[in-house]
């Protein structure tokens, strides 16, 4: 077999191609969707490969430094992996939020004994969890939050070019906020049912005061569960909602994050 094409072969072009390669990779291994362990591994090679075949020509006539040595090309790389993964790390947070109210959920209501294996986080989570996650990814797509992350991804490269990583000090600071949202988006998003649950085992307390032969540990778990269920249905509207407002804002800071990498830091 001939090898000419290797000589034909413009070096500057294949260096660029395997950073916007590898800055592709990162939003594949992670983002929901796009990472889902549920989709096959060379399905996610595939869309990776195709989108750094589109983004690259894009792309070409950005000035980059032809690395020197096997070290500053994995400079390059994992400055690029850090960008794609920031976006998916992000956005896995956010449904860790949503989990973390399922948990909290189930811990009130008493259901928790209930798990379930998610093949997504390859571990067992209380069934309010997987029920929420679902949901939420079922308004993650259907509200096009597939199409924001992979435009946030192209928007990248209008900002920080391949290999114009200049610093990486703004990134945990942004996970360290996102970490923090995530709390506050389990809590008001359990609020309402752990309201329910909780006035539901106040009544049911009082009741046992004043009919001690009730039984009333098995009418409470029944009642905590029957409560909890009807009032997630209830308020799984305004989850929706906190949902989408919550991935707006964290794509916005993901995405101030990604620029401020190609940003000049100052003296310090």
């Known amino acids: 077999m001939s090898l000419a094409w290797l000589e034909e072969l413009d070096l500057n072009q294949f260096f660029l191609f395997s950073l916007v390669l590898t800055r592709t990779s990162g939003l594949m291994l992670l983002a929901p969707i796009y990472g889902s362990v549920q989709v096959p591994v060379r399905i996610r090679a595939f869309l990776a490969v195709a989108l750094a075949l589109l ?3 894009i792309q070409i006539n950005t ?4 690395p020197e040595n096997v070290i500053d090309y994995a ?14 790390v992000g956005l896995l947070i956010l449904f860790g939020g949503i989990q973390l ?23 067992t989570m209380p069934v309010m969890s997987q029920f929420l996650y679902l949901v939420m990814l079922a308004v993650f797509t259907t ?6 992350v992979m435009e946030g991804l192209l928007d990248t490269f209008a900002s920080v070019p391949p290999g114009g990583v200049t610093q990486l000090a703004g990134i945990p600071e942004t996970i360290n906020v996102l970490v923090a949202e995530s709390y506050v988006l389990a809590l008001r998003a359990a609020a309402p049912i752990l309201t329910a649950v909780l006035m539901a085992i106040l009544i049911t307390g009082l009741i046992s005061r004043t009919m001690p032969q009730l039984n009333i540990l098995a009418v409470g778990f029944g009642l905590n569960s029957m409560i909890s269920m009807s009032t997630i249905f209830a308020s799984l509207g305004g989850i929706s909602w906190l949902f989408q407002a919550k991935l707006e804002m964290y794509l916005e800071h993901l995405i101030e994050a990604i620029h401020n990498l190609g940003s000049i830091p100052g003296p310090i």
């Open 75 to 88: 400079i390059y790389a994992g400055s690029e992996l850090v960008v794609g993964l920031t976006l998916g």
């Open 63 to 66: 000035p980059i430094e032809f």
């Open 101 to 123: 109210a399922g948990q909290l959920i189930s811990m009130v209501s008493g259901i928790s004994l209930a798990n379930v294996f998610n093949p997504s986080f390859g571990g």
């Open 55 to 57: 983004i690259t020509p």
């Open 143 to 148: 509200i096009g939050g597939h199409r924001l």
